[in-house]
């Protein structure tokens, strides 16, 4: 496993553990991306941890595609 998976990985189960979602990793050109699909009725969260485990990747952000609201990360693989 290299250290971008590793860290992708690691991401995804902790975001799994804040936000109660599935949580889809896929490998792409540039990197590893982790995105996932918050929930509309979605309970309170600690924002923070959230944006923490965001922040530690090298890339990340939020969209809202078709209504639905996305948070994704990414973790270069490129040297």
């Known amino acids: 496993m290299t250290a971008a998976a590793g860290r992708a990985w690691a ?9 109660d979602v599935e949580v889809r990793i896929l490998e792409e050109d540039e990197g590893i991306r982790v995105f996932l699909d ?12 959230v944006l923490s485990v965001l922040q530690a990747a090298d ?17 270069w693989t490129l040297p």
């Open 59 to 75: 890339r990340f952000g939020h969209r809202l595609r078709a209504g639905q609201e996305q948070l994704w990360a990414v973790y």
């Open 11 to 19: 991401a995804a189960s902790r975001l799994v553990e804040l936000l």
């Open 38 to 49: 918050l929930p509309p009725d979605r309970r309170e969260t600690n924002h923070l941890e």
